[in-house]
DNA sequence: GCGAATTGGTTTCAAATGAAACTAATACGT
DNA sequence: ACGTATTAGTTTCATTTGAAACCAATTCGC
C-alpha cells in the first residue's frame, strides 16, 4: 500500500464538496425530515412557499435549482398529504399557484427552527470573521463553477 | 409571491453546499469522466488505487467514503475493462488485492491532470491566503459535521 | 478445537433519479 | 387568424442507489 505521487483525493476540492454535503444533508435528512416524512426535495419547496408563495412548480425549479421532474413530484406528494394546495393561474391555465395550508405551514414552522439550528450548530465551530469569509468564499465558489459549467468543453 | 421572514434557502449551509457539490461533480463529470465511460465512483477507485495500491475492496470503501455496493461495482465494472486487476490476499482469502493495470496506470495519467486543472480554474479565483483559508475553513466543516452525525439524537 | 459471531464482498430488491416522450395551454410568425 | 413553436407540468422508462439478505472465509469464546 505504497503511497505514490499523485491526486490525493482526500483533498481535492469536488471531493470534499461532496463528502462535506453528503454528510450535512444525510444528517439533517436523519435528524428532523425522515421523522416527518418529508423528502429533501419535499423539504425544499416547502422552505421556498414559506417565503414565496404562491409559486408555480417552475418558480420552484428556479428557486431551488431542481429538475421539474423532482420538483412535479414532491408536489404531488405533498399535496397528497395536504400541505400543499393549487390553483390554478388565472392568466395563464397552464401554470400552477402553489401555497401551504395550514398544516402545511405548521410543518413549516415546526421544521425551520430545527434546520437552523443545525446550522447554527454547525457553524459554533467558527468565528463571526470565519463565518464571513466562509460566506464569501461559497458564493466565489459557486460563481466560478457556474461559470465553467456554462463555457463550452475545450 | 411575496417574501415574509423565513428561511432563506439559497443562503442555507448545508443547501448551499449541495448546489456547489452538484454543480462541480456534474461539470468534471461531464467534461471528463463521461466521454472516458467513467462513473464518479470508478473515477475515485482509480484515483485512491493510482496513489495506495495494492488495496482492498474495504481499504477503497474507507479511503473513499463510499459504500461497499457502490465500491464493488465500481470495482466490477473496471475489472470488466481490465483497467484494473484483483488477486486475492494470501493471509486472508477474502480480502482482494486490488491494483491498476498499465491500461488502467493510463486511464489514470490521462484523467488526474485534467481533474487537476479543473480544480485550479476553479481556484483561480482565489487568492493563496483565501485557499488557504478555505482548506481550513473546509476541514474544519468537516470536522464539525461528522461530530453531529456522530451524536445521538436530541 | 469447534460452533457462534464477525468480516469481506456480492446479489437482490425496492426506492429515487433524470432524460425523453407526452399532454395541454399559450405565444409567435406570417 | 391559423398553423407552428414554446412553455408548464406529468408520465414512462431505464439507470443508479443503498438497505438487507446472502455466501464464504476468518476469528472469537469457551
Not at 499523485?6 to 428532523?32: C, K, M, N, V, W
Not at 415546526?110 to 458564493?139: C, F, H, M, N, W
Request: hydrophobic letters at 40%; one cysteine or more.
Amino acid at each position: 500500500m505504497s503511497d505514490k505521487p499523485g491526486l490525493r483525493l482526500e483533498r481535492f476540492l469536488p471531493y470534499r464538496l461532496s463528502i462535506l454535503s453528503q454528510t450535512t444533508s444525510a444528517d439533517l435528512h436523519r435528524r428532523y425530515f425522515g421523522p416527518s416524512h418529508l423528502t429533501i426535495p419535499q423539504w425544499r419547496v416547502i422552505a421556498v412557499l414559506g417565503r414565496f408563495a404562491p409559486l408555480s412548480a417552475s418558480d420552484i425549479c428556479r428557486r431551488t435549482v431542481m429538475d421539474k421532474v423532482t420538483v412535479s413530484r414532491a408536489v404531488a406528494g405533498l399535496r397528497r398529504r395536504r400541505l400543499i394546495e393549487q390553483a390554478t393561474d388565472g392568466n395563464d391555465r397552464r401554470r400552477s399557484q402553489l401555497r401551504l395550508t395550514p398544516s402545511g405551514q405548521a410543518m413549516h414552522d415546526l421544521i425551520v427552527p430545527l434546520a437552523l439550528g443545525y446550522e447554527a450548530e454547525l457553524l459554533t465551530q467558527l468565528s463571526p470573521a470565519e463565518r464571513k469569509a466562509l460566506d464569501g468564499l461559497l458564493d466565489r465558489l459557486l460563481e466560478a463553477a457556474r461559470g465553467l459549467a456554462a463555457r463550452p468543453d475545450p
